[in-house]
């Protein structure tokens, strides 16, 4: 407090202390009659057509959360292949990783 601490209250008490003063502060805006327009929405990028080895993993998923040791069992892949599918696939939006390690299939 000896050094020259301040009250700090509101944000202009912060602008004034820097010497923005109060020509930082918002001013009364004027209305305007023009209205603002949305941006419209970009169209959804078409999905790539998977891979064989793809295809063959989404059948092995069927459509109940399965965890990465039992697709290896119904595959015959090692993990590591199967994780960077499974990479692919969720960066496609084809399959959602779920809590507890498993992946489920979307529709």
Same mark, same amino acid.
């Given at each position: 407090? #000896?050094?020259?601490? #301040? ?5 202009? !008490?912060?602008? !004034? ?10 001013? #009364? ?9 949305? *941006?419209?929405? %970009?169209?959804?990028? %078409?999905?790539?057509? *998977? +891979? ?7 059948? %092995?998923?069927?459509? @109940?959360?399965? @965890?990465? !040791? ?13 994780? +960077? ?6 960066? @496609? +939006?084809?399959?959602?990783?779920? *809590? ?6 979307? *529709?």
């Amino acid at each position: 407090i #000896k050094q020259g601490a #301040k009250l700090v209250e509101t944000a202009a !008490d912060i602008l !004034d202390e820097l010497g923005w003063g109060r020509a930082a502060a918002p001013a #009364k805006r004027a209305t305007r009659t023009a209205t603002v327009q949305p *941006p419209e929405a %970009a169209p959804a990028p %078409a999905r790539a057509a *998977p +891979s064989a080895a793809e295809t063959a993993l989404l059948g %092995a998923l069927g459509f @109940d959360p399965v @965890d990465l !040791d039992t697709l290896c069992e119904r595959t015959g892949q090692a993990a590591a292949a199967l994780s +960077s599918q499974l990479l692919a696939l969720e960066l @496609d +939006s084809r399959v959602e990783r779920q *809590p507890g390690g498993r992946f489920l299939r979307l *529709p």
